[in-house]
C-alpha cells in the first residue's frame, strides 16, 4: 500500500515533468510568435533592399552606357585633335 510519502513523491515527480513539458510548450510558442514578428517586421526592411538592387542595377547599367558613350566621343576627338595638329604642324601636348 502506499503510504502519503509515496504519494507526495509520485506528486512532485509529476509536478517536476508537467512543468519541464510545459516550459519546452512556451518556449516553442514563444519562439514560433517571435519569429512571426521578427517576419512581419522585416517584411517591408526585405521589400526596400529588393527595390534598392533594382535602382543600383539600373544606374549601373546607364553608367555602363554614358561610360561607352564617353569612350567614343574622347576616341573621336582624340583623332580629330591630332589631324588638326598634323595639319598645323603643332606638337602634340601631352
Excluded: C, W
Excluded at 517576419?39 to 527595390?51: F, M, R, Y
Excluded at 542595377?57 to 553608367?63: C, N, P
Aim: avoid cysteine; aromatic fraction near 2%; glycine fraction near 2%.
Amino acid at each position: 500500500m502506499l503510504t502519503n510519502d509515496d504519494l507526495r513523491k509520485i506528486g512532485d515527480l509529476i509536478d517536476e515533468r508537467l512543468e519541464i513539458k510545459l516550459e519546452e510548450k512556451l518556449e516553442t510558442k514563444l519562439e514560433e510568435k517571435l519569429e512571426r514578428k521578427f517576419e512581419e517586421k522585416l517584411a517591408p526592411i526585405k521589400k526596400d533592399i529588393q527595390t534598392l538592387k533594382k535602382s543600383d542595377k539600373a544606374i549601373r547599367k546607364d553608367l555602363k552606357v554614358i561610360l561607352r558613350y564617353l569612350d567614343r566621343e574622347r576616341a573621336i576627338h582624340d583623332r580629330r585633335i591630332t589631324r588638326i595638329e598634323d595639319h598645323l604642324h603643332l606638337a602634340p601636348l601631352e
